[in-house]
């Protein structure tokens, strides 16, 4: 299976920035999607950024222009690079990875989730 750990979070001031890292481990046949999801509290989960398997990326409207996502194949790392931070993107930041992987003599299909990371914005 894959596993995913976080990093990045903090607090920060609004108009300040973060950079958000997902460390990937573990054997990949493929990867089909990477994307970034956050909840704050009494809301549901929401995805933020997601990117696919060509590189093609889509944002939650209110982060357009602010975020971006981006990965590094060789590191195993997806970002998401946050500006201009709003007190309206305080939640805590998850990331989430989908694909294929081989178990045994079988491909399998992966859906696995970081632990979260906690980004607070500061007004």
């Known amino acids: 299976q894959v596993q995913l750990v976080e990093s990045g979070g903090g607090l920060v001031q609004a108009g300040g920035s973060l950079r958000l890292s997902c460390a990937a481990s573990g054997s990949r046949v493929s990867i089909d999607a990477m994307g970034w999801y956050r909840q704050a509290p009494g809301k549901q989960r929401e995805l933020v950024a997601s990117m696919t398997r060509d590189e093609r990326t889509d944002y939650l409207d209110f982060v357009k222009g602010r975020f971006t996502i981006s990965r590094d194949n060789a590191k195993n790392t997806v970002y998401l690079q946050m500006n201009n931070l709003k007190p309206e993107d305080t939640a805590v930041y998850y990331c989430?990875?989908?694909?294929?992987?081989?178990?045994?003599?079988?491909?399998?299909?992966?859906?696995?989730w970081g632990q979260g990371t906690q980004v607070t914005v500061s007004s």
């Open positions: 989430n990875e989908r694909g294929r992987y081989l178990s045994g003599f079988a491909v399998r299909v992966y859906d696995s």
